[in-house]
């Protein structure tokens, strides 16, 4: 049985510091790219950032870039995302992803079912 799970979510004041991490079980975990999503109330879910399968290249987004680092221990099936000088409009549900392509190329996706992260004083 596949699973992603979430954890690290919390209340932080702002400019403070978070790490969530990501424990996935039931496949290859190494095989696959990690991403972070978050979703704030009312709005759509957008990407945070992704790191591809070895940890090589990752990728944010412009309203991170600087404050959030994102990585993976393969050897613990965990991924991670570090968050630094936090805002009050970071403020959303985390939701990380597993995505790979199988043998025929069809993209294959795993979702955890979210942390909470409140940024407020």
Not at 47 to 67: E, M, N, P
Request: charged share 15%; with cysteine.
């Amino acid at each position: 049985q596949v699973q992603l799970v979430e954890s690290g979510g919390g209340l932080v004041q702002p400019g403070g510091s978070l790490r969530l991490s990501c424990v996935g079980s039931g496949f290859t975990f190494s095989y696959y790219a990690m991403s972070w999503y978050r979703q704030a109330p009312g709005k759509e879910r957008e990407l945070v950032a992704t790191i591809t399968s070895a940890g090589g290249v990752v990728h944010y987004a412009d309203s991170v870039k600087g404050r959030f680092t994102i990585g993976r221990d393969n050897t613990k099936n965990t991924a991670y995302l570090q968050m630094n000088s936090l805002k009050p409009e970071d403020t959303a549900v985390y939701y990380c992803k597993a995505s790979a392509r199988d043998h025929t190329y069809q993209m294959v996706e795993y979702w955890g079912t979210g942390t909470l992260v409140t940024v407020s004083s």
